[in-house]
């Protein structure tokens, strides 16, 4: 029981700050706030995860930053509605961007997380 708690605290917390920072960002014709948090959000998964992986966080630690917040405060939901207003809006660049930028971005962004915390 005490998981379930600290997963949903974690995913609490995680999404009021996305919805602050989207709701900060995501001005003008690109979805800079969306963005920003899911590839700050792989970055601190990939530490989170280094710093498990490396025995410095308790099992709570994991349930209330990774699966919680990280859960909470990144968003494929929102990703995938803004991706496809810009198909279909036809600005084809800009989605290209931000689909590349959002999966390769957050996959280097969780990798560089991850090797930052030592061995």
């Given at each position: 029981?005490?998981?379930?708690?600290?997963?949903?605290?974690?995913?609490?917390?995680?999404?009021?700050?996305?919805?602050?920072?989207?709701?900060?960002?995501?001005?003008?014709?690109?979805?800079?706030?969306?963005?920003?948090?899911n590839?700050?959000?792989?970055l601190?998964?990939?530490?989170?995860?280094?710093?498990?992986?490396?025995g410095?966080?308790?099992?709570?630690?994991?349930?209330?930053?990774?699966?919680?917040?990280?859960?909470?405060?990144?968003?494929?939901?929102?990703?995938?509605?803004?991706?496809?207003?810009?198909?279909?809006?036809?600005?084809?660049?800009?989605?290209?961007?931000?689909?590349?930028?959002?999966?390769?971005?957050?996959?280097?962004?969780?990798?560089a997380?991850?090797?930052?915390?030592?061995?």
């Open positions: 029981m005490k998981a379930f708690l600290w997963v949903g605290l974690g995913g609490a917390m995680g999404s009021m700050l996305r919805f602050a920072l989207q709701y900060f960002f995501n001005v003008g014709a690109f979805p800079w706030g969306t963005l920003g948090v590839l700050a959000g792989c601190l998964m990939g530490l989170f995860w280094g710093l498990a992986d490396r410095s966080m308790p099992d709570s630690g994991r349930q209330l930053l990774m699966s919680g917040f990280c859960g909470g405060f990144t968003t494929l939901s929102a990703f995938s509605q803004e991706s496809n207003a810009l198909l279909q809006q036809q600005r084809n660049l800009s989605f290209f961007l931000y689909a590349a930028g959002t999966f390769l971005g957050g996959l280097l962004a969780t990798f997380g991850y090797k930052a915390i030592p061995s």
